[in-house]
């Protein structure tokens, strides 16, 4: 199969950095949320008074 091997080469080659590259996109994703969660709630809080 080709798109198995074009994985697999892709996995030799970017290997150690996959692993690093993935924590970061979690991250960014994760703080995204919790700011949009904050700014949300600050919103929410700023109406009520």
Known sequence: MVGV???ETLVRTFGPFLIPATL???GA???LFLWLLTRYRRETY???E
């Open 46 to 48: 700023a109406a009520d």
């Open 29 to 31: 994703i994760g703080y």
């Open 5 to 7: 091997s074009g994985i």
């Open 24 to 26: 970061f996109v979690l």
